[in-house]
């Protein structure tokens, strides 16, 4: 069964950095863009940023950009988030997920990974 | 950026009623939305892709319908395991990509 796994979460001091990975198993990982989407505890749902299939293509939310990088390693079918000058806004479980679309963009989310808690506090 | 807002904030319903849950977005999405579920201690889990599609495997009690700029989730008869937030999200007009605040449905 697919499956996403985040991982990485930690405390870390507000201006620190942190870096999530997710580890994707039983789909062909190589052929769907893959996202990462955060939710303050008891709060709603926003978006992060999106990885194309290949790699070659990335979108960052405003509140992130300049901030955050998301990568992927085709070699391993994993998922990262580099987190650079973290806020304490920045608070959240951070989700992988899984586009609907192979090799084209479809930004619906069919698969989740079970979260990783980031806590930015001094 | 296109904003969805979903009412009512809480539904508060019986097993076996019928809840209405309700989406509208700030400018036209098409039929670019859908809807997830999510229980407390879980990961949201996609009901419904382009408006109206249902995932493989979803009870047919769960429908979705609209278009443009007012959207609609029914589910039918509610189940106990149906209790739970529900959220929208558009991939109409991106980035960014946009989910609505949530509706809880509750056990009155």
């Known amino acids: 069964e697919m499956q996403l796994a985040a991982s990485g979460g930690a405390v870390v001091q507000p201006g620190g950095s942190l870096r999530l990975s997710c580890a994707a198993s039983d789909f062909s990982f190589n052929d769907y863009s893959m996202h990462w989407v955060r939710q303050v505890p008891g709060k709603g749902l926003e978006w992060v940023s999106l990885i194309s299939w290949d790699g070659y293509t990335t979108y960052y939310a405003d509140s992130v950009k300049g901030r955050f990088t998301i990568s992927r390693d085709i070699s391993n079918n994993s998922l990262h988030l580099q987190m650079n000058r973290l806020r304490n806004e920045d608070t959240a479980l951070y989700y992988c997920?899984?586009?609907?679309?192979?090799?084209?963009?479809?930004?619906?989310?069919?698969?989740w990974g079970q979260g990783t808690l980031v806590t930015v506090s001094s | 950026e296109i904003v969805l807002t979903q009412s009512p904030a809480t539904l508060s319903l019986s097993p076996g009623e019928r809840a209405t849950l309700s989406c509208r977005a700030s400018q036209s999405v098409g039929s670019y939305l859908a809807w997830y579920q999510q229980k407390p201690g879980q990961a949201p889990r996609l009901l419904i892709y382009?408006?109206?599609n249902r995932v493989t495997g979803l009870p047919p009690r769960f429908s979705g319908s609209g278009s443009g700029t007012d959207f609609t989730l029914t589910i039918s008869s509610l189940e106990p395991e149906d209790f739970a937030v529900y959220y929208c999200q558009q991939r109409f007009n991106w980035p960014p990509i946009t989910f609505g605040g949530g509706t809880k449905v509750e056990i009155k």
């Open positions: 997920a899984k586009d609907r679309g192979r090799g084209h963009w479809n930004p619906h989310f069919d698969y």
């Open positions: 382009d408006a109206s």
